[in-house]
């Protein structure tokens, strides 16, 4: 299944040599192309106002996410060598975060770098976005 698309003008990933540069990746639903919705877990009150998330379902479906661009420019997870995580409460969400990147990078050896930073605000209502960078196998 595809990715969202961005909601800005900028492409979802750029290709330069062998290296695949994915733009901020948040978790939204693909297929839901508006600014606020099709965001896993959050909701909403009667008057549109944030009332609650799931973060967990944000990781979850923000690595669907990224898998997808990757898989759509012939890249898989053991290609990737680079992990920005923007986090907007990292003493919230730091330790639920790192538990579930172990749960997808288990395997990889060697795994990519990462970096985690906190942030005041994301474009969209959620709670975590990746930039990543891979490095395509040859052809």
Not at 46 to 70: T, W, Y
Not at 81 to 99: A, G, I, K, T
Request: aromatic fraction near 10%.
């Amino acid at each position: 299944m595809p990715a969202p698309k961005p909601v800005g003008s900028y492409p979802q990933a750029r290709k330069v040599r062998n290296l695949l540069f994915l733009s901020g990746v948040g978790p939204r639903i693909p297929g839901s192309d508006a600014h606020d919705s099709g965001v896993p877990g959050l909701e909403r009150d009667l008057h549109g106002n944030f009332k609650s998330f799931d973060f967990e379902a944000q990781v979850r479906s923000v690595f669907a996410n990224v898998k997808a661009i990757l898989e759509a420019h012939g890249a898989r997870w053991e290609h990737l060598v680079d992990v920005q995580v923007f986090l907007v409460n990292m003493e919230r969400d730091f330790h639920p975060f790192n538990r579930l990147y172990a749960e997808y990078f288990k395997d990889l050896d060697p795994k990519p770098c990462r970096t985690t930073v906190a942030i005041t605000a994301l474009p969209t209502p959620i709670a975590v976005e990746l930039k990543c960078i891979a490095a395509l196998p040859a052809r």
